[in-house]
């Protein structure tokens, strides 16, 4: 079992900046692929970036690419998304998710998730 903790969303500005953090606590983080998804009223949740075990490779969904960056220490059991340039369409529940699958795209291939941090970019 993994259990991860989500924090940092809040309300910004469009244009502004948030860094969301994901605590892991339970079996060896570095065993893990995480993720980041969202989910927006009324729509399906979406991935929003991943990171391989080691950190080595990432995976950003075209929405985001050049304003998001993910990142983790495995030595603190913590993942990172540091969101730049925020738009009123970033606007979701935003969930962290741990995976033995490898770097997944889906959201399918994390079995373990947190309970989420809202994200709400004003315009």
């Known amino acids: 079992q993994v259990q991860l903790v989500e924090s940092g969303g809040g309300l910004v500005q469009a244009g502004g900046s948030l860094r969301l953090s994901c605590a892991a606590s339970?079996?060896?983080?570095?065993?893990?692929?995480m993720g980041w998804f969202r989910q927006a009223p009324g729509k399906e949740r979406e991935t929003v970036a991943a990171i391989s075990c080691s950190g080595g490779s990432t995976y950003y969904a075209d929405s985001v690419k050049g304003r998001f960056t993910i990142s983790r220490g495995n030595a603190k059991n913590m993942v990172y998304l540091q969101m730049n340039s925020l738009k009123p369409e970033d606007t979701a529940v935003y969930y962290c998710a741990a995976g033995t699958r490898g770097l997944g795209v889906s959201q399918y291939s994390y079995e373990y998730w947190g309970q989420g941090t809202q994200v709400t970019v004003s315009s």
């Open positions: 339970g079996r060896t983080f570095s065993n893990y692929a």
